[in-house]
């Protein structure tokens, strides 16, 4: 086999290679999240040829098997544009949220009685193992924005419904002004978990 044929079509290998394993990472958010059905249908259908080729392209390669005629060049050609034209797709149907990017989702802002903070639950990477969830405050008069790590196994989480305006989350003032009650509501997958909110601290202990 001629030298250029071989490295493109090694270079070829490598870079299909790269899509799929691309594919795989983005679709399960790096193994944080199972593959959903569009993910699956399209894996199928260019995922799996890619695989088929990289493995038939490998065995000929490494058996140094060498085209001889012109319908054998030109199988070999077909090969590497196909794995050419399936790479691109491979890689620009992967979500980057929820593994590069935080997939954040939040319940409708509220205020509080006291009117110093503008606040909602943040949920990020919701369904993933990776799921976290925080609660967000935005000082009203100096816009200063807060955000709280919630001891809430979001990971465990189901479901979630979300409405027009929907609140997961109550915070209440206390005497000591940088001292507030956050109770989960009936709204969400997890009511009635209360938590101690220090502001100035930025922590929230869990109340039992």
């Not at 993933?128 to 405050?137: F, H, I, P, S």
């Amino acid at each position: 086999m001629q030298l250029w044929i071989k490295l493109v079509w090694i270079i070829t290998i490598l870079v299909n290679l790269s899509g799929v394993i691309w594919f795989v990472l983005g679709s399960t958010a790096n193994f944080q999240r199972s593959i959903d059905l569009v993910s699956t249908v399209f894996f199928v259908y260019l995922g799996v040829p890619s695989i088929i080729l990289m493995v038939f392209s490998s065995v000929l390669l490494l058996k140094k098997w060498s085209p001889s005629k012109w319908w054998e060049f030109m199988g070999v050609l077909i090969i590497i544009i196909a794995m050419l034209l399936m790479t691109p797709h491979l890689y620009k149907n992967v979500e980057t949220s929820g593994w590069l990017t935080e997939k954040l989702r939040h319940d409708s802002i509220q205020q509080t009685s006291d009117h110093r903070y503008e606040y909602c639950m943040e949920i990020a990477n919701l369904f993933q193992k990776n799921g976290t969830a925080r609660l967000y405050l935005k000082n009203i008069e100096t816009l200063e924005e807060i955000r709280i790590p919630l001891d809430i196994p979001i990971k465990e989480i189901k479901g979630v419904s979300w409405g027009e305006v929907t609140h997961f989350v109550k915070l209440k003032p206390t005497t000591d002004s940088n001292i507030y009650v956050l109770n989960t509501t009936d709204n969400f997958y997890f009511p009635n978990e209360k938590f101690e909110i220090n502001v100035q601290e930025k922590t929230a202990v869990k109340i039992k």
